[in-house]
């Protein structure tokens, strides 16, 4: 047989594999090109798919064995007996997006937590609104309460518990069970608490929306996304990710699957580092509140133990707002001057608190090993309960040791309280 020539052996050579080799962990696989051996596996295989079921494939977008083997994971962890089915998105965001999208059509009603993530708000008052979808944002805390904001064309109910910022828990079995009675689809973003402290198909929703990004991936260094739904809304979702062309890359869920190993771990680290943080922060005197759903003091804190079983590293606080602007904490600041003054005094004394820190960086984003601090302006994120309290500052507490956070925290508080001597009396 005639020796094949350079340009074919470089296509060809290495391509055989090495069957016999086990590793631990699953291999990557990077695929856009999948092999059949004859045309009518290619046809069944492209039925399968097109019935979306699980393992099949044709193509990269699809799955690769590494990309089934994290949505296999994730209809066993985060799925928790229920029958649910997995998909992969390339970020947080865009599960969110895509889980909306494969459920909602124009002119229906769709109702979202007023705490939820700003991007999805961002989402469902600008490209669902272009498409003739209508939201109405509530209040987090409504439970059972919400049957009153249902309209005959209300088609799905958004949830996040605890919110995002201010971590208001909600009453996620009552909501669901009223939606159930409806023929209403709630959706929840379970990112927050992960599987790991957070059941939702054991409330009642119908889908669980996670940002991998965050406690699976666990080292800020991924983005990915992943929408699981209970078996009866996999086709919508399904038709969905495929018209979209939504999907995940070898590598990247191959990072996220080596995060998830030690997930559990890192997440009661994470706990019990922010728990010391939050407790050391009440007795601040600088801090007129502390949000953390795992704080007797919190608002919530009884749903919180009754649905939780453990909290993350996420949390705010909230400033004295009559120490850090007081021009506007007594309602007296009677003019326009008089108002920048206060916000020129608040941004200073943040400025002071959150830069420079030894530990806490300043960043978007939570979920990895290292601590974050971000000050959080919601204004114009909610409508339906305004914040109407002192500056807030969001924390992600990492796996550091706590002792030199807490001591980064006040070194920042001192720094601050210079500044705020510095501009004199508000
Ligand atoms: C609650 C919540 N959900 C979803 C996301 C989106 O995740 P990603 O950054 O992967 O798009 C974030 C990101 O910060 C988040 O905080």
Redesign the pocket.
């Known amino acids: 047989m005639q020796e094949d020539r350079f340009a074919t052996r470089l296509a060809e050579a290495g391509r055989d594999g090495e069957a016999t080799f086990v590793a631990a962990n699953v291999a990557v696989h990077r695929a856009s090109t999948v092999l059949f051996d004859t045309l009518e596996a290619t046809g069944a295989a492209g039925a399968a798919v097109a019935e979306g079921r699980a393992r099949a494939t044709t193509y990269g977008t699809v799955g690769t064995p590494t990309t089934m083997a994290l949505m296999d994971a994730l209809c066993e962890i985060e799925g928790g007996g229920h029958a649910v089915r997995a998909s992969l998105m390339p ?4 599960a ?1 997006t895509t889980a909306l999208l494969a459920v909602l059509s124009p002119g229906d009603h769709l109702l979202v937590a007023d705490s939820s ?1 700003g ?1 999805t708000r961002v989402f469902c008052d600008g490209m669902l609104a272009r498409m003739g979808v209508r939201t109405s944002y509530y209040d987090p805390t409504i439970g059972a309460g919400i049957a009153a904001l249902l309209r005959p064309e209300t088609k799905l109910i958004w949830l ?1 518990s605890p919110g ?1 910022y201010t971590f208001e828990v909600q009453d996620v079995p009552a909501i669901c069970a009223i939606a159930r009675e409806r023929g209403i689809v709630t959706m929840i ?1 379970n ?2 608490a992960s599987p790991i402290f957070a059941r939702p198909f054991d409330w009642g929703v119908d889908a669980s929306v996670l ?4 406690y699976w991936g666990g080292h800020s260094d991924v ?3 992943a929408v699981v739904v209970r078996e009866s809304l996999w086709p919508k979702l399904w038709a969905a990710v495929r018209q979209l062309g939504q999907c995940a890359s070898g590598d990247d869920a191959w990072l996220v699957l080596r995060g998830l190993r030690s997930a559990e771990v890192r997440m009661r680290r994470h706990e019990a580092n922010a728990l010391e943080v939050a407790r050391w922060l009440e007795a601040r005197p600088e801090v007129a509140s502390v949000l953390h759903p795992a704080l007797p003091s919190h608002p919530q804190h009884a749903l919180w133990r009754r649905d939780f079983s453990g909290a993350s590293g996420l949390f705010s606080f909230e400033l004295d707002r009559a120490l850090v602007a007081s021009a506007r904490a007594d309602g007296h600041s009677a003019t326009a001057g008089d108002a920048a003054r206060a916000s020129e005094r608040e941004r200073a004394a943040l400025a002071a608190l959150c830069e420079r820190r030894r530990h806490f960086a300043i960043g ?3 979920g990895g090993f290292e601590s974050l601090v971000m000050p959080a302006h919601i204004d114009r994120m909610r409508s339906a309960k305004p914040w109407t309290g002192g500056p807030l500052v969001r924390l992600h507490v990492g796996l550091e040791d706590p002792a030199d956070l807490i001591a980064d925290l006040a070194e920042g508080f001192e720094a601050m309280g210079r500044v705020l001597a510095a501009s004199g009396p508000g």
């Open positions: 970020s947080g965001l865009a969110i993530y991007p996040e995002s973003d990112t927050w940002a991998l990004t965050k983005l990915m996304g978007y984003s939570w």
